[in-house]
């Protein structure tokens, strides 16, 4: 006969224990995998020492959480990115750049830099194009 293990050796109790002040977890929402997404899905929550459903969760509210901080975090590399182009070309052509030209740069940078943003991230969403 084998010896019963305390469920505190099994890691069950902190799995189950709701955390102070966290309201209870009541909903339940499904989504349908493949197989072989079912098993990307499982050795992704294993290399992380997670029960499948619990880093779902986890995933799932990052990216509901993060996805303002991401957007603005590349609106801020395309500024950059349009900062560099409109003041490295004339200084590259052997020309200089007054002040004032300069203030003008970083305006049409800061007016622009959410429109070149979305035009950015429209290029990696759009459909490519199949090689034959």
Do not use: F
């Not at 992380?48 to 901080?69: C, F, H, M, N």
């Not at 590259?92 to 429109?115: C, F, H, I, W």
């Amino acid at each position: 006969m084998e010896a019963a293990l305390p469920i505190d050796d099994l890691g069950i109790a902190a799995r189950i224990r709701r955390a102070k002040g966290r309201a209870i977890r009541s909903q339940i929402k499904a989504l349908r995998v493949t197989p072989d997404e079912e098993k990307e899905l499982l050795n992704a929550a294993n290399s992380e020492g997670k029960v499948l459903g619990e880093w779902i969760r986890d995933v799932l509210l990052q990216q509901a959480r993060s996805g303002r901080t991401e957007a603005a975090v590349i609106t801020e590399i395309v500024a950059l990115r349009m900062l560099v182009n409109n003041v490295l070309r004339p200084l590259a052509l052997g020309e200089s750049m007054t002040p004032e030209q300069y203030s003008q740069v970083l305006s049409e940078v800061r007016n622009g830099k959410r429109d070149a943003a979305r035009e950015v991230l429209a290029q990696y969403s759009a459909p490519r194009p199949k090689e034959r």
